[in-house]
């Protein structure tokens, strides 16, 4: 079984002066949330998703759930970090929906509305061959390694590098044991699925990632997001 696990604890400071987190911004019609939920439940092999919020906007999203969905999207509260939204998500969908530590899940940025099939796809099917894999996109900028800000340190190759996007995923079971490996120290320093697994010793798997898979952060990201709605309406 594979559930999807969209993580939108955050209160998107870096959207600017609004009132809305920005899961919950309005993109063509719809809070950017619905979009991003609609693209896994469209996937025949998505039993569920489950949304971890900031405990302040349970409620709110709660009640848009009910408005555009019927069933199949589970709410619970968020934890103090995204590994802890994610253990809390896992341990809601053990607790109330008889989760087994073999099911697959699907951790994905609330505010990346364009998760396709390919890479809902590709992601369950790795799951018979690594223990976690991340969509990822060749870098396309010079990167520059600098640890005071202000100078260059060092120029990785860029033909190494690539940028992580989400789904990142693993099976239920093989998360908890990792997170439960860890110190505190080593805990905060894992800021998400790929980073834990990988100071546990595991190996991450990329998987093809897409340059429109856009995480919405800054006012020109909805506007984006918005002409690749349109563009893709007009098709």
């Known amino acids: 079984m594979a559930a999807a696990a969209i993580v939108a604890g955050g209160i998107g400071s870096r959207?600017?002066?609004?009132?809305?987190?920005?899961?919950?911004?309005?993109l063509c019609g719809k809070p950017v949330i619905i979009h991003?939920?609609?693209g896994f439940l469209k996937h025949p092999n998505i039993e569920y998703v489950i949304v971890g919020i900031n405990p302040d906007w349970h409620d709110y999203m709660q009640k848009l759930a009910e408005k555009y969905f019927s069933s199949s999207?589970?709410?619970?509260?968020?934890?103090?970090?995204?590994?802890?939204?994610?253990?809390?998500?896992i341990r809601f969908a053990k607790a109330s929906l008889s989760a087994s530590?073999?099911?697959?899940?699907?951790?994905?940025?609330?505010?990346?509305?364009?998760?396709?099939?390919?890479?809902?796809s590709d992601s369950i099917a790795a799951m018979n061959e690594c223990e976690?894999?991340?969509?990822?996109?060749?870098?396309?900028?010079?990167?520059?390694?600098?640890?005071?800000?202000q100078t260059a340190d060092?120029?990785?190759l860029r033909k190494t590098i690539y940028q992580v996007q989400t789904p990142q995923t693993f099976r239920l079971g093989s998360f908890?044991?990792?997170?439960?490996?860890?110190?505190?120290?080593?805990?905060?320093a894992?800021?998400?699925?790929?980073?834990?697994?990988?100071?546990?010793?595991?190996?991450?798997?990329?998987i093809e990632g897409s340059a429109s898979n856009i995480k919405i952060t800054y006012p020109t990201d909805l506007k984006a997001a918005c002409a690749l709605i349109e563009q893709a309406q007009q098709t």
């Not at 959207?15 to 309005?26: R, V, W």
């Not at 709410?75 to 998500?89: F, L, Q």
């Not at 894992?190 to 990329?206: I, M, S, W």
């Open 15 to 26: 959207m600017g002066n609004t009132a809305l987190p920005k899961q919950f911004l309005e």
């Open 36 to 38: 991003t939920i609609e």
């Open 73 to 89: 999207v589970y709410i619970t509260d968020g934890g103090r970090d995204r590994n802890g939204t994610i253990e809390n998500i």
């Open 101 to 120: 530590d073999d099911d697959i899940l699907l951790t994905h940025d609330a505010v990346r509305p364009f998760v396709t099939e390919k890479m809902i």
């Open 132 to 149: 976690i894999c991340t969509a990822a996109i060749p870098a396309t900028d010079t990167i520059i390694v600098s640890e005071d800000g």
């Open 154 to 156: 060092s120029f990785p």
């Open 176 to 188: 908890m044991k990792m997170l439960s490996s860890l110190n505190v120290e080593e805990r905060a």
């Open 190 to 206: 894992a800021t998400d699925a790929c980073r834990l697994f990988h100071d546990n010793g595991k190996e991450v798997r990329l």
